[in-house]
């Protein structure tokens, strides 16, 4: 029996509707870009598994850091104790971070970033006696699976089933091209109807909404807004963070800074799961009290595991090399010529860059469910012919590592111009 017939025995997928996939390519060996499944067979992992692995896979610098510190010290509770590693840590994100970002709270994922920062700010009016209940975020957007996250998601796939159970929000349209006074008109409208706590978003590319990009220009109006109002904002740069967009995060693109700020995925170079939450210092000076309930009750096992705190150095370490900066604007300058040439293909209906995110998306008569029959064609061909690409509804995009070298590039380049012209119709 092969791995992926045993897999299918045991194993329950996300995202995966079981009866209509299953026998999954069982991946046993990593290098750079590439992958190999049980058979040898090759895939250029065009998107970085899920947009976590920045420096391609089994690194060794990575793997060296993260061995030194198993072998010294591999997770101590953080509640009540502390270690180096996370000193050094929250050191680095003092000198990377927005410079009002000044505390740091650490879980384990995405999802949990985000929890984190929703919780603190409706905790904060709490206990100054102030009842705020809501909170904005962009429609479409998606933050993530647990319960706040999943609120502040506008994806209807995800979020229908809880409808019932999730936190009060009022999602805006997104300030796309030709939306913006849409966008701040709703935003505006929102915060004078009800009582608000934090705005969330995307800060301008939604991921999971097919890499939906809009200008920095009018986040910051939408940010201006939220401040003179005195509502939070959450930045949530769990995919945009760590150079994806060309800068470090995207919001070094803007005047204003965010309240709060929500990493993971490439924080650890795609080795441990890790994340965290960044705060200002006003926030943070809201929880203290001679209340022992003001306190932010809120932690996870892992939290600000050594080993994790050690990836996430060494990860950072290789972000800020030079090489790695070359490589970005490597990628973006084959983006760019892709993008000038394939706009011309009749199935196109549209195409966007930022930093090494590339989307397309294609002509379609009518809107595309999201795993709908032309996203699973689309999937389909690009893991026949060994490169992994998830399209979304009728977007195709790209996200690799930044190690991918330029043959790769075009290998995916080419296998996209046959997918619009072979599978597309």
């Known amino acids: 029996m092969t791995l992926s017939e045993k897999d299918n025995l ?49 690194n060794p610098f990575l793997a060296q850091a993260i061995y030194t510190q198993l072998t010294t010290l591999e997770h101590v509770l953080f509640g009540g104790f502390t270690h180096n590693k996370v000193v050094e840590l929250a050191e680095k ?9 000044k505390k740091y709270f650490y879980s384990d994922n995405g999802s949990t970033a985000v929890e984190v920062a929703i919780k603190a700010s409706l905790q904060y009016f709490y206990n100054k006696g102030i009842k705020k209940n809501t909170i904005v975020a962009f429609e479409d957007a998606f933050h993530g699976d647990t319960f706040g996250a999943m609120a502040v998601s506008g994806i209807g796939l995800f979020t229908e089933a809880f409808q019932d159970a999730l936190l009060h929000v009022i999602r805006i349209p997104v300030p796309v091209k030709g939306k913006e006074e849409e966008s701040k008109k709703a935003l505006q409208k929102a915060l004078a109807e009800n009582e608000v706590a934090a705005f ?18 009018v986040l910051d109006e939408l940010l201006e807004i939220c401040k003179k109002n005195k509502v939070f904002t959450i930045a949530d740069e769990v995919m945009t963070g760590f150079g994806k967009t060309g800068k470090l995060f995207a919001c070094d693109y803007l005047n ?31 929880f203290i009290s001679e209340n022992t309930n003001h306190a932010f009750f809120h932690g996870h096992t892992f939290t ?122």
């Not at 969330?200 to 220009?217: D, K, N, Q, R, T």
């Not at 509804?393 to 075009?410: A, F, Q, R, V």
């Open 304 to 425: 600000a595991n050594p080993t994790g705190c050690a990836a996430a150095l060494a990860s950072i370490h290789l972000l800020e090399q030079p090489e790695t900066k070359k490589n970005i604007d490597r990628i973006h300058a084959n983006h760019l010529v892709f993008e000038h040439n394939i706009r011309l293909n009749n199935n196109v209906a549209a195409t966007r860059v930022k930093g090494i995110i590339f989307a397309l998306e294609v002509k379609v008569a009518e809107k595309q469910a999201y795993y709908g029959a032309l996203r699973n064609k689309l999937y389909d061909f690009f893991i026949t012919n060994g490169v992994i690409l998830r399209p979304v509804g009728n977007t195709i995009y790209i996200l690799p590592p930044y190690c991918i070298s330029d043959e790769s590039l075009h290998t995916v380049y080419e296998l996209i111009e046959k997918a619009l012209n072979e599978v597309v119709c």
């Open 256 to 286: 204003m800074q965010p309240d709060m700020m929500c990493l993971s995925k490439a924080l650890t170079g795609g080795t441990i799961p890790m994340a965290i939450t960044s705060f200002t210092q006003e926030i943070f000076d809201g």
């Open 10 to 58: 045991y194993n329950w997928h996300p995202y995966t509707q079981h009866q209509l996939q299953s026998n999954f390519p069982a991946i046993v060996k990593g290098e750079n870009e590439f992958l190999w499944d049980e058979n040898g067979k090759q895939y250029i992992d065009a998107i970085a598994s899920w947009w976590v692995n920045p420096f391609g896979h089994a």
């Open 93 to 101: 994100l003092v000198q990377i971070l927005p410079s009002n970002q």
């Open 200 to 217: 969330v978003f995307e800060p301008l590319v939604l991921g999971a909404a097919g890499m939906v990009m809009y200008e920095a220009s």
